[in-house]
């Protein structure tokens, strides 16, 4: 496996869940870190426990549903870190309900933020991992972009777009030794999962952000001529 040290990775939506435990994980590896969100307070607090593991660590907020907001942000997360080699696209929401209920102000929302905030993120962060010739991309989809089911048609078909975006992506940036993974996880247990009641959480059974983060280290340290380029993750017997 490679080393990551001395890496610059940038992480949407890396102050709590998911991105959080990624962005503390790949810190432990000598990851220079840069953390995206709209909630500063939760950005400080989380670069200052990064800032423990000696490497460098900076946020940016911004709305990843808005264009111009993610190409400053992005620049600007860049240019402190000294470079870009990966992308953690990782912000997205969770809003659930049945098609008759859910308004169609929050159906777009959904989109604009789970697969235009995406699109927009690594748009941004492209044109320096081309520049580099190598770069890693882990776009994070979801089991429910495999297959709809009730109560979660914006969620579903917002992660089922970005699957396809994101296959699309690794096609044409393999080119430029860029690695696209598209990661489709099931439950797991944050805010997003138990606020929106599909887990208790219980972490004897259920995923927990930490078992995520271990899953993207491992992908990320494989030799550059490895990709996996779709991988899902399951509670064993929740
Ligand atoms: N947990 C699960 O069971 C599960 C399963 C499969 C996939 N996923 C996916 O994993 C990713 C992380 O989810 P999570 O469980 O960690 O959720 P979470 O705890 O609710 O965290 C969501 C993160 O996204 C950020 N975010 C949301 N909307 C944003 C916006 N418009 N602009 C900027 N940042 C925004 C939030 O930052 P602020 O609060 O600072 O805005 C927060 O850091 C999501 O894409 C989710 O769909 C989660």
Redesign the pocket.
């Known amino acids: 496996m490679s080393s990551l040290k001395g890496k610059n990775a940038i992480i949407?939506?890396?102050?709590?869940?998911?991105?959080k435990a990624v962005a503390l994980l790949l810190a432990q590896e000598g990851v220079n870190i840069g953390i995206?969100?709209?909630?500063e307070d939760?950005?400080k607090n989380t670069v200052a426990e990064l800032e423990k593991s000696g490497v460098k660590a900076a946020y940016s907020v911004?709305?990843?549903?808005d264009k111009s907001e993610v190409d400053n942000g992005i620049k600007e997360l860049v240019s402190t870190l000294g470079g870009v080699d990966i992308l953690v696209n990782?912000?997205?929401?969770?809003w659930f309900g049945k098609l008759e209920d859910m308004p169609a102000a929050d159906w777009e929302q959904v989109m604009q933020?789970?697969l235009f905030?995406v699109y927009y993120t690594a748009m941004a962060v492209y044109p320096y991992m081309k520049q580099n010739g190598s770069g890693d991309v882990i776009n994070?989809a979801?089991?429910a972009g495999l297959k709809g089911g009730a109560n979660m048609s914006a969620y579903a078909a917002s992660?089922a777009a970005v699957i396809s975006l994101s296959q699309s992506m690794m096609a044409e940036w393999r080119k430029n030794n860029i690695r696209v993974f598209t990661l489709t996880?099931?439950?797991?247990a944050?805010?997003?999962?138990i606020d929106g009641g599909?887990t208790d959480g219980n972490p004897d059974s259920v995923l927990q952000?930490e078992d995520f983060a271990e899953w993207v280290r491992d992908i990320l340290k494989m030799k550059s001529r490895a990709l996996i380029a779709n991988g899902s993750i399951f509670s064993t017997n929740p």
């Open positions: 949407t939506g890396g102050g709590r869940g998911l991105g995206t969100g709209r909630n939760h950005l911004f709305n990843v549903a990782n912000a997205g929401i969770g933020t789970n905030g994070v979801s089991t992660k996880p099931s439950t797991i944050t805010d997003m999962s599909l952000p």
